[in-house]
């Protein structure tokens, strides 16, 4: 979906659970940055599908905003193209995650002639744990031709989340610093990580974005964006008194 002049949101991406990640791309007239690569290499196929589609000339790069499997499982695609995988310096995941990941999807399934089978080895195609490539930090730019994309440090979530914001467009892609509909997933983190997130929000409010591309969830518009923020803030506050998150 396109959502400003340089920027676009994917989401509808397959998952096997109902939390679903979101991706998007920002194009230059060089350069196409994807943000963030899908939980599988059939989803990252489909996000390089449409990134290319748009600006066919285009050298692509990804950047990465967290370290969980949701957002780095399709990095094993654009690896076997060659694209360079931006993240923070901490984005490393051990190689038997997708192990792991596999066996739990397989034994969801209630057929027993399906999980003999082995069917979730359908759903993760290709599909191996691959690390960034590529390190950057807060207040890094990548320049695309033609408009910049700025990195913004967003901890909390996980200490490695990154946004990133297209200054042009005034579009922001924060990935599970912000999600919509769903209860935000704080179980990864303890009280100062939530402490921590307050203040990402509050660095993602100065920004002044008119449109925010959430980790899980719909585009947030400029209407809606202090409401959205808000509602975060409640979640966290409320796991800072209690000490635990709210889904525990």
Not at 47 to 73: C, K, Q, S, W
Request: net charge negative.
């Amino acid at each position: 979906m396109k959502i400003s002049d340089r920027c676009y949101m994917i989401s509808g991406l397959s998952g096997p659970e109902h939390w679903v990640a979101v991706s998007g791309f920002i194009t230059g007239n060089a350069k196409t940055l994807i943000i963030d690569a899908g939980m599988t290499w059939l989803s990252a196929r489909t996000i390089h599908g449409y990134a290319h589609h748009t600006r066919p000339d285009n050298d692509l790069m990804v950047a990465v905003t967290e370290p969980h499997f949701d957002h780095i499982g399709g990095n094993c695609f654009f690896k076997e193209q060659g694209i360079d995988i931006f993240s923070h310096k901490d984005v490393k995941r051990p190689a038997d995650l997708i192990d792991l990941a596999k066996e739990e999807m397989n034994q969801a399934i209630e057929n027993r002639c399906r999980k003999d089978a082995k069917e979730a080895d359908a759903f993760y195609l290709n599909t191996r744990i691959v690390n960034p490539n590529q390190a950057v930090s807060a207040g890094d730019r990548f320049d695309l031709g033609g408009t910049e994309v700025e990195v913004v440090g967003t901890p909390g979530h996980t200490p490695a989340n990154l946004s990133y914001y297209v200054p042009d467009d005034r579009v922001m892609y924060t990935g599970d610093a912000m999600v919509t509909h769903y209860i935000p997933n704080l179980e990864a983190g303890e009280v100062p990580d939530w402490n921590t997130w307050l203040h990402s929000l509050d660095i993602i409010e100065n920004k002044d974005p008119v449109l925010i591309v959430p980790g899980h969830g719909d585009l947030i518009r400029k209407e809606d964006i202090p409401f959205q923020i808000e509602r975060i803030r409640k979640f966290l506050t409320a796991a800072i008194a209690a000490g635990k998150a709210p889904t525990q």
